[in-house]
């Protein structure tokens, strides 16, 4: 089992930046991929980033030149630095994690955190 806490979530004025973690702990001895997904209200939930252990990122467009995301192996941490945002940016921002080699020798897929409001409003 993996557990995922995220942080960093909060009210900013558009234009302003806010910096989310994603803490993953648990029975696993490596994590491939990490990831940082939204939903916003009647929205389907949507990738904004994604980082490999090797550093190679994705993002969604929308995000591109805005936002930044990155990874602690060592903590099994991911962040994502969100500058200039908008007030398309609020959502709900979940934290995901992917293809994780257990101690146990086993690959496990897929886990999500609890999600972190980020609201941007003036």
């Known amino acids: 089992q993996v557990q995922l806490v995220e942080s960093g979530g909060g009210l900013v004025q558009p234009g302003g930046s806010l910096r989310l973690s994603c803490a993953a702990s648990?029975?696993?001895?490596?994590?491939?991929?990490m990831g940082w997904y939204r939903q916003a209200p009647g929205k389907q939930r949507e990738l904004v980033a994604t980082?490999?252990?090797?550093?190679?990122?994705t993002y969604a467009d929308s995000v591109k030149g805005r936002f930044t995301i990155s990874r602690d192996n060592a903590n099994n941490t991911v962040y994502l630095q969100m500058n200039s945002l908008k007030p398309e940016d609020t959502a709900v921002y979940y934290c995901?994690?992917?293809?994780?080699?257990?101690?146990?020798?086993?690959?496990?897929?897929?886990?999500w955190g609890q999600g972190t409001q980020v609201t941007v409003s003036s």
């Open positions: 648990g029975s696993m001895f490596r994590i491939y991929y």
């Open positions: 995901n994690v992917d293809r994780v080699l257990t101690v146990s020798g086993r690959y496990e897929n897929d886990y």
């Open positions: 980082i490999s252990r090797g550093g190679t990122t």
